[in-house]
């Protein structure tokens, strides 16, 4: 019988710090009721200084590792788009501080997408036997690249991680990773981007360069683009699975925005009671999103064993991926 991926630990960490909407700099000229009713978001958490994304990503990996019963995995892969540093990548450290020393260990990067990718690449490895058990982590510190006054994104992304155990398993078990659609287009990759730092724009020294390290965002195009390709993906997945919208019990899309997952439940034809949400706690965690929705959507009651869970994110890139699974039977560890 063919090897399948199957879910077996789930999860995360939040950076003990929340900031509320009324914690952010006046100087943004925004307020709790702006945010709230244009996003969703109440609070998010930012890691401390000198508190970096592989720290974040060590406590989710652990509580995954726990949840999952047993204590070792032969890769770590950590997606997120704030390494702690451009060289080396940051999953070999996360893989030994974890006691994985020896696992294979690389990095991804597709953004707010980057769960997904991870989730295809970790089901790559386990099918073709490359790996038994993967330990996929998604971690992000988006507060070293926000500008803080920037009221279009300051207000919008948090820091966090979230992470899942594959095991090798078979297609048909509760948790089996199936059908997964993944996607891109570069003529978008204005729309989201932090140029300082890379090949082409090397940051140096100089009042002009001043402000190149941080994110920018056409939040309005980016939020077209997130309904639209997110509901493609989402139905490219059903039909693929030789599933319908009325099969999904519960759609844990990306955290972008309130108004874009409610959004894309509508398009998709899922009501909005089977949408999961955590963003109003969380805010956008980027790579992290998916499993902390999971994480707390299992936490809180409404994912439960056995719901269709329809999965799908997009990021900058622009990127974008979605998945169906049978929810398994998981257990949570503090
Ligand atoms: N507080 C108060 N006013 C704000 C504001 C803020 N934080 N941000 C923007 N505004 C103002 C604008 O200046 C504009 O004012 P004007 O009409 O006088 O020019 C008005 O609100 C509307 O701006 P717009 O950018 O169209 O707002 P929006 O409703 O699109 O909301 C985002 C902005 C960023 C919240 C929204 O576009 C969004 O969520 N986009 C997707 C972001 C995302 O998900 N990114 C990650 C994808 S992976």
């Given at each position: 019988m063919m090897r399948a991926a199957v879910l077996s630990g789930l999860g995360g960490w939040l950076p003990p710090r929340v900031v509320t909407n009324d914690d952010l700099p006046a100087e943004l000229d925004t307020s709790d009721h702006w945010i709230r009713s244009r996003t969703g978001i109440a609070c998010r958490h930012f890691a401390k200084p000198g508190s970096a994304t592989s720290d974040l990503a060590v406590e989710a990996g652990a509580r995954a590792l726990a949840s999952s019963g047993e204590?070792?995995?032969d890769a770590v892969v950590v997606a997120t788009?704030?390494?702690?540093?451009?060289?080396?990548?940051t999953a070999p450290e996360v893989a030994t501080r974890l006691g994985l020393a020896g696992a294979a260990a690389f990095d991804l990067n597709a953004v707010c997408t980057g769960f997904m990718y991870g989730l295809a690449c970790a089901a790559g490895m386990v099918a073709t036997g490359v790996a038994d058990r993967v330990l996929l982590i998604g971690a992000e510190t988006y507060s070293s690249i926000l500008d803080p006054l920037d009221r279009g994104t300051a207000p919008i992304f948090g820091d966090g991680a979230g992470a899942v155990v594959l095991r090798a398993g078979?297609?048909?078990?509760?948790g089996a990773i199936g059908h997964v659609d993944l996607g891109s287009d570069?003529?978008?990759?204005?729309?989201?981007?932090?140029?300082?730092?890379g090949s082409r724009q090397r940051l140096s020294e100089g009042p002009e360069r001043e402000g190149e390290q941080y994110l920018r965002m056409d939040g309005r195009e980016v939020f077209k683009h997130a309904v639209m390709r997110m509901t493609a993906s989402g139905r490219t997945v059903l039909e693929r699975a030789g599933r319908?919208?009325?099969?999904?019990?519960?759609l844990v899309a990306h955290q972008a925005n309130i108004r874009i997952v409610h959004q894309l439940a509508d398009e998709l034809r899922i009501?909005?009671?089977?949408v999961v949400t955590n963003i109003d706690r969380v805010g956008n965690t980027a790579a992290a999103s998916i499993p902390l929705a999971l994480l707390h959507g299992v936490a809180d009651g409404a994912v439960r064993p056995g719901q269709q869970t329809l999965l799908t994110a997009f990021g900058a890139g622009l990127t974008w991926g979605s998945t169906l699974l049978t929810w398994p039977d998981l257990v949570l560890c503090d």
């Amino acid at each position: 019988m063919m090897r399948a991926a199957v879910l077996s630990g789930l999860g995360g960490w939040l950076p003990p710090r929340v900031v509320t909407n009324d914690d952010l700099p006046a100087e943004l000229d925004t307020s709790d009721h702006w945010i709230r009713s244009r996003t969703g978001i109440a609070c998010r958490h930012f890691a401390k200084p000198g508190s970096a994304t592989s720290d974040l990503a060590v406590e989710a990996g652990a509580r995954a590792l726990a949840s999952s019963g047993e204590p070792h995995a032969d890769a770590v892969v950590v997606a997120t788009t704030t390494p702690d540093r451009i060289c080396p990548a940051t999953a070999p450290e996360v893989a030994t501080r974890l006691g994985l020393a020896g696992a294979a260990a690389f990095d991804l990067n597709a953004v707010c997408t980057g769960f997904m990718y991870g989730l295809a690449c970790a089901a790559g490895m386990v099918a073709t036997g490359v790996a038994d058990r993967v330990l996929l982590i998604g971690a992000e510190t988006y507060s070293s690249i926000l500008d803080p006054l920037d009221r279009g994104t300051a207000p919008i992304f948090g820091d966090g991680a979230g992470a899942v155990v594959l095991r090798a398993g078979d297609p048909g078990e509760p948790g089996a990773i199936g059908h997964v659609d993944l996607g891109s287009d570069g003529s978008g990759a204005e729309l989201i981007r932090a140029d300082g730092g890379g090949s082409r724009q090397r940051l140096s020294e100089g009042p002009e360069r001043e402000g190149e390290q941080y994110l920018r965002m056409d939040g309005r195009e980016v939020f077209k683009h997130a309904v639209m390709r997110m509901t493609a993906s989402g139905r490219t997945v059903l039909e693929r699975a030789g599933r319908s919208a009325a099969d999904v019990d519960r759609l844990v899309a990306h955290q972008a925005n309130i108004r874009i997952v409610h959004q894309l439940a509508d398009e998709l034809r899922i009501g909005r009671d089977r949408v999961v949400t955590n963003i109003d706690r969380v805010g956008n965690t980027a790579a992290a999103s998916i499993p902390l929705a999971l994480l707390h959507g299992v936490a809180d009651g409404a994912v439960r064993p056995g719901q269709q869970t329809l999965l799908t994110a997009f990021g900058a890139g622009l990127t974008w991926g979605s998945t169906l699974l049978t929810w398994p039977d998981l257990v949570l560890c503090d």
